[in-house]
Every structure is written in structure tokens, then in C-alpha cells.
């Protein structure tokens, strides 16, 4: 797999947003938080435009702007073209602009990229997004949308179609957990000071309030241009506009917040910072504030009435206001690290090299496979497609199950222009259409087209694309030609090809770039035996057949297998074995194969083939992870994973046979060793692990398999 490249970003303010330490405002203080903790903050440049030279933080570079105060040039038109020029030149791979469509719209016009579109405000009361036809066009030409807020994101989709919101997250602003700090008796307002915020209700109940109680007072923090409410008690104190950081110190000391707000507020990052910092918050429930904390008290009316009941009920309730206090600072809804990573999750899933469009971790599947519908399901205690659809649904993803060969099997045609199998494709295609995966895992196949997995990296070049092969590939194996010429016709097409051989053992023969070995693995619900603690009567079980496909023998065809059986049965008169495919004794299957596996204390584990590294047949989960004590060849090199204390290795049909007869009357070690074998493989080779490494190699991050 290729290693991870370097994204490079623009981060781009409106012209208006001053990014600096003195007046930095709501998308100042979201951009700047989220890049302090990124993983991509070496290469995220922040686009703006400010007088001052205070920046929050170093990887500000400021547009200068000759239009800013001019009746005849657009400055929104000039600042565009100045992002166009800086982009072209520094080669970013992603442009992320915020809360100005306009200038997105202009940007398309002269530069080609990947955008992710900001919304702090809402959509419909901005130029470039008040239209549907104008939400429909920045929908189309972004790669994703991020709200501040569900209210935010309802607005946007207002008399639009819900199932186009596939492209569009959620980001709240957020906050870092705070220490516990000395309270003052203070009651604090933060905004501006004028009526869509509310401040003349909080001037008329608090002057009530001061009367009152001597021992408090209250604090404003704000501005407004053209003033006209006044808060005129000796116990009330205006601060004024405050930097960011001198505003959150007030709110540390302060017991009590107030946001009564009447506007609609696309998110209120007071009422978020004032609970995360301890203050009893209360807010009203206009727009996003009901999103920025479970602690807050609601205002049932946006009045002055209740406002002066609720902050009396807090004042007088000295215990109720610590445990609001308390609680507040203890569960934060939105914190700056779980969704920095997320929104570096969003950008990684807009680039191809990352190879997954996924979000949170969890990411959906399309697992297809043979589920042996034909077969009636026989084959439901050994298939390994199955297994990996349970561990994928355990590890939290989502997935689609397809059987293809039953798929073709049941949609047989009697037209000579409309086959199966090209039904088939276009059914896989419309599928990934409608379910849009992230990760297409199939195995054992030859019915997907080549042109069809083009057409899927077409529709959606996130898409990983792998193939699992669970039989044998040792290079001496006849058998094994064909199934090597089976992966070889996918392994350059696919991101990652999983075998249950160690690939060294194919140098030269498969993409080896791509290739990785993976253990059978065990599934709790299916190897669900303890055999170690029955009463078997039966003292060796082996169980072969000519292919999981044929109920039966094949006539006249013998492998290495049955030779070994033959010299091994003549060492071992006295024991009493069950072999299963050997000896006229046909195959069996589903519970058949269950019942007579925990009839044995003993399993022989012995593949087709010249014993090679790490390579067994997957009848290897079955008694292992059922708890009969289990011989394996020395040279498959199992003692790479299990010790002597959890399985019995052996040299030669002589010394397999002198192991089979001690260890037959030997019930106490049997068992012990038995046991410790199925511990081991649960702990190492189970469903939900053997899973995981396989979407751990499927978004790049570094696999654990032992």
C-alpha cells in the first residue's frame, strides 16, 4: 500500500473574520482550536484579512485588500482572486472555505480542487445559499458540507430532499475540560448588547435580581454600535468587548450565565463555554443553544419573568446550583480533541491514497461470498465468508451481504442476449450505487468482470476493493496452480489480496505488493465446544473431502492425504480413530460434522500438499477452537503462534503416532493442553480481530494480527 501523502490545505475566513487575539469571533475561534490539534496542522494555512498583527495562531497569512471600504470595486470579487493566486501557487490539495458561498462560487469559476464548504450561520440568510438552486449547486460541487449544528443543517436542507444530506456532517464548536475554579457570586451576560440577544430582558430581571441579594453581581461582557439598553445598579459592572481569552477568566469566576437569546443562534458558543467552565448556564431555546449542553436550564418563556424566577431558584438552591456547576464542567458535550478527529477523518476520507471514505471508523461492507444456498447451507460451521461478516458487524460496521454464485444460479436465463453472469454485473454495480460501501471484500470468486471493478473506482474512487483465497497455494500442489491462477486474476486489480499462506511462500508468482496472510479465523458462535470438558468416546477425528463443493467422494482420485492415513492407521491399531473422506468413509457436514467432532478427544490437522509455512485448511478453527487437542506437522511452522502447552507438533508419522498413543491415555494433560490451545486461538485468531486486520489494512493504519 502507498504510504500516506501530505494533504495540504487552505483554510479560508470571510474578509470580515478577524483571526487575531484582540476580536477574534465565533469561526475565528472554531478554525483556530481545530487546527491546533490536527494532524494536518504543518499543512493548513489559514486565509484572512486583519489590521492587526496579533494573529491566533503562526500559520495565518493575511490578504491585503484595496476594496474593503470602495463604492465601486467588489471586494469579495478582489479577495477571490488573491485566494486564486495563492492556491495556484502553493498546490494545495484541499481548499476549505467558510460560512461565504460567494466566494466558493467565485473559486470555481477560476481554479480546479476539492472543497469542504463551512456553515457557521444560517444558510438561508446568506448570499449564495438563500435559493434552492444555489444549496443544490454548492451540494454538487463540494466534496462535503459541515453544519455547526443540526439547527444549521435544517435550515440548509429546507424544501430540499433529506437523502442528499449523504454529503453533509455535523461539527459543533467545541471546548478543552477545565480545571475547577474559585466561583464568585457573579451572574454573567456575554454578547452584544441589544435585543435579538436578549439583554433587556436580562437588564430587567437582574435589576430585580440585585435588589434582592446584596451579596451578588452581575457582569456584562459586549458591545453595541448603536446602544440603547442601560444596566444602572452599583452591583452590576460592564466589561465591555473582551478578548476571548479575558472573557472565558470572567466565566471561570462566575457562578451563574445567562443566554436569552430571542435571536435564532446557529449554535451559542457562550452557553457551551460558560457550562464547560462551571457556571450554572441558563438559555433559551431558540435555534442551536438546546445543542450546546445537557446541563443548561431552559428557559420555558423568553421573558424577564422567568428569567428573574430561574436565576432566583439558583441563588436561593445553593446545593442544586454546585451540582449544575459540577456536572456542567464534568460532561462537556463537545470537546476540541474527539472532533478535531473527526473532521480529520472527513478530510482523509475526500483523498484517494487514504483508500477508504470513511467517518468515526466505521465504515460499510460489502462482504461477498458463496453462502452455499444451493448447498442448503451445509457448509455454515466452515465458511469463513460468514465468519467475516459477524466480526465485521462485532468491530461496528455496517454490511451487505452478496452471494454470487447463488445470485447466478437463481437469475439463469433462457435468452441468448441476457445472460446470468451479465446480470450479475449490473446488479453488483446498481447495488454499490444504492449502498455506496467503502470497503467491496470478496473471496473464492471469478464472476466479477474486470471492467466492473473499473466501473465501481469510477462511481466512488474511495472504494477499496479486496479479495481473501483461504485454499492452499503451495507452489508443488497441482491443485494449487489453478486457485494461484484464480487470485492472479484480480491481485493487480484489487487494493489488497489476503491468503492463508505465508506469503513469502509465493515470491514471484502473486503481486506481492498487495499481499497478506491472514489465520483461519475462530467465531464464537460457531467453534462454541469444549471438548476438553466431555466425555468423548472417540479418541482421533479427521475429516477431508475432495472439495467443499461435492457432498461425496470423487471417484478415483487420491492425494498425499490418504497415503499418510494409510501408514498412520497401521501405527495406531489401538486407538480409536474417525476419519471421515478416507477409506470409502464418505465426507460430512453442518451439524453432522459438529457431532462427530466432539466425539473425539483428538484431531489430526493435516492439509493437502507438502506441509507448508503457516498454511492449513480452515478444519484447523473447527477443532482447535472446539477444544480437542490438536496435532499439527513441525514444518507448517505453527509453533510461530502456539507453544507445546497449547498444541502437539510432530516430525513424522512415527512420531505422530507414538504422540497419538500417549496423549490418547494421558486424559489430564489432554485436556489441560487441549484447553490452553483454544484459548490461544480465541485470544489470537478470533472473528473480531482476524476483522479488524483487515480494515486496519484497508484504511492505512497500522495492522495487528498476533
Same mark, same amino acid.
Given at each position: 500500500?502507498?504510504?500516506?501523502?501530505?494533504?495540504?490545505?487552505?483554510?479560508?475566513?470571510?474578509?470580515?473574520?478577524?483571526?487575531?487575539?484582540?476580536?477574534?469571533?465565533?469561526?475565528?475561534?472554531?478554525?483556530?482550536?481545530?487546527?491546533?490539534?490536527?494532524?494536518?496542522?504543518?499543512?493548513?494555512?489559514?486565509?484572512?484579512?486583519?489590521?492587526?498583527?496579533?494573529?491566533?495562531?503562526?500559520?495565518?497569512?493575511?490578504?491585503?485588500?484595496?476594496?474593503?471600504?470602495?463604492?465601486?470595486?467588489?471586494?469579495?470579487?478582489?479577495?477571490?482572486?488573491?485566494?486564486?493566486?495563492?492556491?495556484?501557487?502553493?498546490?494545495?490539495?484541499?481548499?476549505?472555505?467558510?460560512?461565504?458561498?460567494?466566494?466558493?462560487?467565485?473559486?470555481?469559476?477560476?481554479?480546479?480542487?476539492?472543497?469542504?464548504?463551512?456553515?457557521?450561520?444560517?444558510?438561508?440568510?446568506?448570499?449564495?445559499?438563500?435559493?434552492?438552486?444555489?444549496? +443544490?449547486?454548492?451540494?454538487?460541487?463540494?466534496?462535503?458540507?459541515?453544519?455547526?449544528?443540526?439547527?444549521?443543517?435544517?435550515?440548509?436542507?429546507?424544501?430540499?430532499?433529506?437523502?442528499?444530506?449523504?454529503?453533509?456532517?455535523?461539527?459543533?464548536?467545541?471546548?478543552?475540560?477545565?480545571?475547577?475554579?474559585?466561583?464568585?457570586?457573579?451572574?454573567?451576560?456575554?454578547?452584544?448588547?441589544?435585543?435579538?440577544?436578549?439583554?433587556?430582558?436580562?437588564?430587567?430581571?437582574?435589576?430585580?435580581? +440585585?435588589?434582592?441579594?446584596?451579596?451578588?453581581?452581575?457582569?456584562?461582557?459586549?458591545?453595541?454600535?448603536?446602544?440603547?439598553?442601560?444596566?444602572?445598579?452599583?452591583?452590576?459592572?460592564?466589561?465591555?468587548?473582551?478578548?476571548?481569552?479575558?472573557?472565558?477568566?470572567?466565566?471561570?469566576?462566575?457562578?451563574?450565565?445567562?443566554?436569552?437569546? *430571542?435571536?435564532?443562534?446557529?449554535?451559542?458558543?457562550?452557553?457551551?463555554?460558560?457550562?464547560?467552565?462551571?457556571?450554572?448556564?441558563?438559555?433559551?431555546?431558540?435555534?442551536?443553544?438546546?445543542?450546546?449542553?445537557?446541563?443548561?436550564?431552559?428557559?420555558?418563556?423568553?421573558?424577564?419573568?422567568?428569567?428573574?424566577?430561574?436565576?432566583?431558584?439558583?441563588?436561593?438552591?445553593?446545593?442544586?446550583?454546585?451540582?449544575?456547576?459540577?456536572?456542567?464542567?464534568?460532561?462537556?458535550?463537545?470537546?476540541?480533541?474527539?472532533?478535531?478527529?473527526?473532521?480529520?477523518?472527513?478530510?482523509?476520507?475526500?483523498?484517494?491514497?487514504?483508500?477508504?471514505?470513511?467517518?468515526?471508523?466505521?465504515?460499510?461492507?460489502?462482504?461477498?461470498?458463496?453462502?452455499?444456498?444451493? +448447498?442448503?447451507?451445509?457448509?455454515?460451521?466452515?465458511?469463513?465468508?460468514?465468519?467475516?461478516?459477524?466480526?465485521?458487524?462485532?468491530?461496528?460496521?455496517?454490511?451487505?451481504?452478496?452471494?454470487? *454464485?447463488?445470485?447466478?444460479?437463481?437469475?439463469?436465463?433462457?435468452?441468448?442476449?441476457?445472460?446470468?453472469?451479465?446480470?450479475?454485473?449490473?446488479?453488483?454495480?446498481?447495488?454499490?450505487?444504492?449502498?455506496?460501501?467503502?470497503?467491496?471484500?470478496?473471496?473464492?470468486?471469478?464472476?466479477?468482470?474486470?471492467?466492473?471493478?473499473?466501473?465501481?473506482?469510477?462511481?466512488?474512487?474511495?472504494?477499496?476493493?479486496?479479495?481473501?483465497?483461504?485454499?492452499?497455494?503451495?507452489?508443488?500442489?497441482?491443485?494449487?496452480?489453478?486457485?494461484?491462477?484464480?487470485?492472479?486474476?484480480?491481485?493487480?486489480?484489487?487494493?489488497?489480496?489476503?491468503?492463508?499462506?505465508?506469503?513469502?511462500?509465493?515470491?514471484?508468482?502473486?503481486?506481492?505488493?498487495?499481499?497478506?496472510?491472514?489465520?483461519?479465523?475462530?467465531?464464537?458462535?460457531?467453534?462454541?465446544?469444549?471438548?476438553?470438558?466431555?466425555?468423548?468416546?472417540?479418541?482421533?477425528?479427521?475429516?477431508?473431502?475432495?472439495?467443499?463443493?461435492?457432498?461425496?467422494?470423487?471417484?478415483?482420485?487420491?492425494?498425499? *492425504?490418504?497415503?499418510?492415513?494409510?501408514?498412520?492407521?497401521?501405527?495406531?491399531?489401538?486407538?480409536?480413530?474417525?476419519?471421515?473422506?478416507?477409506?470409502?468413509?464418505?465426507?460430512?457436514?453442518?451439524?453432522?460434522?459438529?457431532?462427530?467432532?466432539?466425539?473425539?478427544?483428538?484431531?489430526?490437522? +493435516?492439509?493437502?500438499?507438502?506441509?507448508?509455512?503457516?498454511?492449513?485448511?480452515?478444519?484447523?478453527?473447527?477443532?482447535?477452537?472446539?477444544?480437542?487437542?490438536?496435532?499439527?506437522?513441525?514444518?507448517?511452522?505453527?509453533?510461530?503462534?502456539?507453544?507445546?502447552?497449547?498444541?502437539?507438533?510432530?516430525?513424522?508419522?512415527?512420531?505422530?503416532?507414538?504422540?497419538?498413543?500417549?496423549?490418547?491415555?494421558?486424559?489430564?494433560?489432554?485436556?489441560?493442553?487441549?484447553?490452553?490451545?483454544?484459548?490461544?486461538?480465541?485470544?489470537?485468531?478470533?472473528?473480531?480481530?482476524?476483522?479488524?486486520?483487515?480494515?486496519?489494512?484497508?484504511?492505512?493504519?497500522?495492522?495487528?494480527?498476533?
Amino acid at each position: 500500500m502507498n504510504s500516506k501523502k501530505k494533504i495540504n490545505i487552505a483554510t479560508i475566513l470571510p474578509y470580515k473574520e478577524n483571526y487575531s487575539l484582540e476580536k477574534a469571533s465565533a469561526a475565528s475561534l472554531w478554525v483556530s482550536e481545530f487546527f491546533k490539534n490536527s494532524k494536518f496542522k504543518n499543512n493548513i494555512f489559514i486565509y484572512g484579512n486583519t489590521n492587526s498583527k496579533n494573529y491566533l495562531t503562526k500559520n495565518y497569512i493575511n490578504i491585503n485588500l484595496k476594496s474593503l471600504n470602495s463604492k465601486f470595486q467588489s471586494t469579495t470579487t478582489e479577495y477571490s482572486y488573491k485566494l486564486a493566486k495563492e492556491i495556484d501557487k502553493k498546490k494545495f490539495d484541499l481548499i476549505e472555505i467558510h460560512n461565504r458561498p460567494l466566494i466558493l462560487f467565485n473559486l470555481l469559476k477560476q481554479i480546479q480542487n476539492r472543497f469542504i464548504f463551512y456553515f457557521h450561520n444560517d444558510p438561508l440568510s446568506m448570499n449564495g445559499s438563500k435559493t434552492i438552486e444555489e444549496r +443544490l449547486f454548492i451540494l454538487k460541487n463540494v466534496e462535503k458540507i459541515i453544519f455547526v449544528s443540526e439547527w444549521v443543517k435544517n435550515r440548509f436542507f429546507l424544501n430540499l430532499d433529506l437523502k442528499l444530506s449523504a454529503k453533509t456532517e455535523i461539527v459543533y464548536p467545541s471546548v478543552n475540560k477545565q480545571k475547577t475554579t474559585k466561583k464568585c457570586k457573579y451572574i454573567t451576560f456575554v454578547g452584544r448588547l441589544n435585543h435579538s440577544k436578549g439583554y433587556d430582558i436580562f437588564q430587567k430581571s437582574i435589576q430585580k435580581i +440585585l435588589d434582592e441579594f446584596p451579596k451578588w453581581k452581575s457582569l456584562s461582557v459586549g458591545d453595541e454600535d448603536r446602544r440603547s439598553i442601560y444596566i444602572n445598579h452599583t452591583q452590576h459592572k460592564e466589561l465591555g468587548f473582551l478578548s476571548h481569552k479575558k472573557t472565558l477568566d470572567i466565566l471561570n469566576q462566575s457562578e451563574i450565565a445567562v443566554v436569552p437569546s *430571542r435571536w435564532e443562534e446557529p449554535f451559542g458558543r457562550t452557553a457551551l463555554e460558560a457550562s464547560s467552565r462551571g457556571c450554572a448556564t441558563i438559555i433559551s431555546n431558540r435555534g442551536g443553544l438546546i445543542e450546546t449542553t445537557n446541563q443548561a436550564i431552559i428557559l420555558k418563556k423568553i421573558d424577564e419573568k422567568n428569567l428573574y424566577k430561574e436565576i432566583k431558584k439558583l441563588i436561593l438552591n445553593n446545593k442544586k446550583r454546585k451540582l449544575i456547576q459540577r456536572n456542567s464542567r464534568k460532561n462537556i458535550k463537545h470537546q476540541v480533541l474527539n472532533n478535531t478527529k473527526f473532521i480529520d477523518q472527513i478530510r482523509e476520507s475526500i483523498f484517494p491514497i487514504y483508500n477508504v471514505n470513511f467517518l468515526k471508523n466505521k465504515i460499510k461492507i460489502i462482504n461477498l461470498y458463496n453462502q452455499g444456498q444451493k +448447498l442448503n447451507h451445509r457448509l455454515f460451521n466452515i465458511s469463513l465468508g460468514k465468519k467475516f461478516t459477524n466480526g465485521f458487524i462485532r468491530n461496528g460496521n455496517d454490511v451487505l451481504e452478496i452471494s454470487d *454464485r447463488d445470485f447466478i444460479k437463481n437469475n439463469k436465463t433462457y435468452n441468448l442476449l441476457q445472460n446470468s453472469r451479465v446480470n450479475f454485473q449490473n446488479y453488483l454495480i446498481e447495488t454499490c450505487k444504492n449502498y455506496n460501501p467503502d470497503l467491496l471484500f470478496f473471496g473464492h470468486t471469478k464472476n466479477i468482470n474486470l471492467d466492473t471493478i473499473k466501473e465501481l473506482k469510477l462511481l466512488n474512487k474511495n472504494l477499496i476493493i479486496s479479495q481473501w483465497n483461504e485454499d492452499p497455494v503451495m507452489p508443488d500442489l497441482s491443485y494449487s496452480k489453478q486457485n494461484i491462477t484464480n487470485i492472479n486474476l484480480y491481485s493487480d486489480s484489487v487494493d489488497h489480496n489476503f491468503i492463508t499462506t505465508d506469503p513469502s511462500v509465493l515470491k514471484q508468482k502473486i503481486n506481492s505488493d498487495n499481499l497478506h496472510f491472514f489465520f483461519v479465523p475462530v467465531d464464537k458462535n460457531i467453534e462454541r465446544f469444549d471438548v476438553f470438558k466431555m466425555n468423548p468416546k472417540k479418541d482421533l477425528f479427521y475429516a477431508m473431502s475432495h472439495g467443499v463443493n461435492r457432498a461425496i467422494l470423487k471417484e478415483g482420485t487420491e492425494d498425499n *492425504r490418504v497415503e499418510f492415513l494409510d501408514k498412520l492407521v497401521k501405527k495406531i491399531s489401538k486407538i480409536k480413530y474417525d476419519f471421515y473422506g478416507f477409506a470409502n468413509k464418505q465426507p460430512i457436514w453442518g451439524d453432522d460434522f459438529n457431532s462427530a467432532l466432539i466425539n473425539s478427544k483428538m484431531a489430526l490437522n +493435516l492439509s493437502r500438499g507438502k506441509p507448508t509455512k503457516h498454511y492449513s485448511s480452515n478444519r484447523i478453527a473447527s477443532v482447535v477452537g472446539n477444544g480437542l487437542l490438536t496435532f499439527v506437522d513441525k514444518k507448517v511452522q505453527m509453533s510461530d503462534f502456539f507453544n507445546n502447552n497449547e498444541m502437539i507438533f510432530y516430525d513424522n508419522i512415527a512420531d505422530l503416532s507414538d504422540k497419538i498413543k500417549f496423549y490418547s491415555v494421558n486424559d489430564k494433560l489432554r485436556k489441560k493442553i487441549a484447553n490452553n490451545g483454544k484459548k490461544k486461538y480465541f485470544k489470537l485468531f478470533n472473528e473480531i480481530k482476524i476483522t479488524k486486520y483487515f480494515i486496519d489494512i484497508s484504511l492505512g493504519n497500522k495492522p495487528s494480527l498476533f
